[in-house]
């Protein structure tokens, strides 16, 4: 026999089925800022590129920049580059920065050979694995960050941008 839908049992019930969805949402909510406030802040980072230099994301304080993860072996990295460089480049004069930074399963003589060959105009590096880490363990590629001039990070694309959006998203980062 059940119990009717207005005796204690069945309140009582109904109570605790309302109390744990409350603390389930609750623990979403936390867990939800939790990662993605401390997610908000670009990390310290280092790259090293191709020429042997070394850029980090405090050398970039005060300028907006998209940091790229990407691969010679990736299609989707490859289609996509041709459109970054153009991004860059109609960007660049209003202080754009921008690191491609190839994942540390990349050889680097065909990362070396695809940028000078492509003649990519901006800083192309070599990650050995600890700047994907310390964005938040990417290892889809390509994964784009663009960062804002106070080390915030604006966006987090994985796969190609929608490029127009991205227009948008850097017009008013360069603009403030």
Same mark, same amino acid.
């Given at each position: ?7 204690? /049992?069945?309140?009582?019930?109904? &109570?605790?089925? =309302?109390?744990?969805?409350? #603390?389930?949402?609750? =623990?979403?909510?936390?867990? *939800? ?7 908000? +802040? ?5 790259? $090293? &590129? ?9 050398? &970039? /304080?005060? /300028?907006?920049?998209? =940091? ?5 072996? %990736?299609?989707? %990295? ?8 153009? $991004? ?8 754009? !920065? ?12 065909? #990362?070396?050979?695809?940028?000078? $060959?492509?003649? &990519? ?27 804002? +001039?106070?080390?915030? =990070?604006?966006? +987090? *694309?994985?796969? !190609?941008?929608?490029?127009? !959006? ?5 017009? /008013?980062?360069?603009?403030?």
């Amino acid at each position: 026999m059940s119990a009717s839908p207005n005796s204690p /049992k069945a309140r009582s019930g109904a &109570l605790r089925n =309302i109390a744990a969805a409350v #603390v389930v949402l609750a =623990i979403a909510i936390a867990g *939800y800022f939790a990662f993605f406030g401390s997610q908000q +802040r670009v990390p310290d980072a280092t790259f $090293t &590129l191709l020429s042997g230099q070394k850029v980090s994301t405090a050398d &970039l /304080k005060g /300028k907006v920049y998209l =940091i790229n993860f990407w691969a010679t072996s %990736c299609a989707t %990295c490859m289609q996509e580059m041709p459109q970054m460089v153009q $991004t860059y480049n109609r960007y660049k004069g209003e202080g754009l !920065e921008f690191v491609a930074v190839a994942m540390n399963y990349d050889a680097p003589m065909y #990362v070396a050979n695809y940028a000078q $060959t492509r003649q &990519l105009p901006f800083k192309v590096a070599m990650d050995d694995g600890s700047a994907a880490k310390q964005f938040g363990n990417v290892q889809l590629t390509p994964t784009t960050f663009v960062v804002d +001039r106070n080390g915030k =990070i604006l966006k +987090r *694309y994985v796969g !190609e941008p929608q490029f127009a !959006e991205l227009d948008q998203l850097l017009q /008013k980062a360069l603009s403030t």
